[in-house]
């Protein structure tokens, strides 16, 4: 038999294939693919089983696809070590899942999980938390804060909830091994609160919203396992980059040494350009956001606006990578964002959908129902995109966006 044949032979088995890929990064996954189309065939096979969003959240909740319409509909982001798993492919028994959502969704977002989530999930307070969650949850929405220095009574340890405005636990003791949820509340946009505070490194910097995993460092990560540390911290939260195998880059001399379109300071970074790994969902059962009861549903994830870029930090004790981006939260937006460069067309922008919409509320002081602008966002990224040239576009992780969409959707 010749080598092509048993190429092919190979492929035609799921339980073969399957072996094959577990072992190889995505990047050489996805080149397998380009080789013919029954390379191609077996790398969709795989990536729409493997990749399963369902199937993982299956194991905290009952019903995958109303938490995904729920995280539709709020803005609620997955983080940390379940996005990361996820996308490396390493998750296994995971018992916790991390929740990012704004301030005015903690009540809805919290009901859903013990009333939808199907595992008898039960509020736990922490210290300085009402045990009842209606007053918990209700401290949130006005506002306050619990005090930062002291120790929770499950060990979780307050002060590093930095720019977060409270922590809502929720445990089962029906499962073995017992599962929880923690859903962090922002007061301001989640991607904001992660990039500002829970990223402390490039191979973490990975978030799933209700329609796509999206990491921002892909092939310095799951091809490289090399990661970027910005702002000072310590060398603690290193310690575990560095037993998951990661060579961390942890000065801004090193990184001078060995420098990467992937780590470059000053380049704006979307969510899903050209350097990123975007890997869309099957998005059966799944509504689109909808602005308000009026409005049509959105055609993007918002999630996909946000924009940061990396810059260099000067301290006493050194200089560091930091990141750098502007808050947009104007009133006329659904969603808050974070943008890497608010130039004078933006501004401009922004300030003549405010005006429109104060001279509306003026004219119609009665008026309940309001509209949502965030499609303005969309527009003027998708036109900023126009003037990249196509073959900046189609370079970069895993031969750019193209191949991470070319294969079905996971």
Same mark, same amino acid.
């Given at each position: 038999m010749s080598s092509a044949n048993s190429f092919v032979e190979v492929l035609d088995r799921d339980s073969v294939a399957d072996v094959l890929f577990d072992h190889a990064s995505p990047a050489t996954m996805y080149r397998i693919g380009w080789t013919c189309w029954m390379a191609r065939r077996a790398v969709q096979d795989y990536s729409r089983r493997t990749f399963n969003i369902n199937r993982h959240l299956r194991r905290? #909740?009952?019903d995958p696809i109303g938490f995904r319409n729920l995280q539709a509909q709020t803005g609620t982001l997955i983080s940390g070590a379940f996005a990361h798993g996820f996308l490396d492919r390493t998750l296994r028994d995971e018992a916790c899942l991390d929740l990012y959502i704004y301030s005015q969704h903690a009540l809805e977002v919290g009901l859903w999980v013990m009333q939808n989530g199907g595992k008898v999930y039960r509020f736990k307070r922490i210290h300085g938390q009402h045990p009842d969650f209606d007053s918990a949850v209700n401290a949130v929405v006005k506002g306050l804060y619990w005090p930062r220095d002291v120790q929770g009574d499950d060990g979780f340890e307050t002060y590093h909830l930095g720019w977060y405005q409270n922590l809502l636990? #929720?445990?089962?003791?029906?499962?073995?091994?017992?599962l929880a949820v923690r859903i962090f509340v922002s007061q301001y946009a989640p991607l904001k609160s992660l990039i500002e505070h829970n990223w402390h490194s490039t191979a973490f910097m990975n978030v799933i919203s209700f329609y796509a995993a999206y990491s921002s460092h892909p092939f310095a990560t799951f091809e490289k396992k090399t990661s970027l540390a910005f702002r000072f911290q310590g060398e603690e939260p290193f310690k575990i980059d560095q037993q998951m195998g990661y060579d961390v880059i942890n000065s801004v001399q090193d990184l001078e040494k060995n420098p990467s379109k992937s780590f470059e300071v000053g380049r704006p970074r979307h969510l899903d350009d050209a350097l990123s790994w975007v890997l869309p969902f099957d998005m059966r059962g799944i509504s689109w956001p909808k602005l308000s009861p009026g409005n049509h549903h959105l055609s993007f994830d918002?999630?996909?606006?946000n924009s940061w870029s990396f810059i260099k930090r000067y301290f006493s004790r050194g200089t560091r990578i930091g990141t750098h981006h502007w808050q947009i939260k104007d009133e006329i937006f659904k969603f808050q964002y974070c943008y890497a460069e608010m130039d004078k067309d933006?501004?401009?922008i922004i300030e003549g959908h405010l005006k429109m919409e104060r001279a509306k509320q003026w004219i119609f002081p009665n008026q309940e129902r309001r509209t949502w602008h965030d499609?303005?966002?969309f527009d003027y990224k998708m036109g900023s995109l126009k003037t990249e040239s196509l073959a900046c576009r189609l370079l970069g992780i895993f031969g750019g966006r193209l191949s991470s969409r070319w294969h079905t959707s996971a």
């Open positions: 905290f #909740f009952d636990k #929720f445990a089962t003791h029906e499962e073995e091994p017992a918002p999630c996909s606006l933006l501004r401009r499609e303005v966002l």
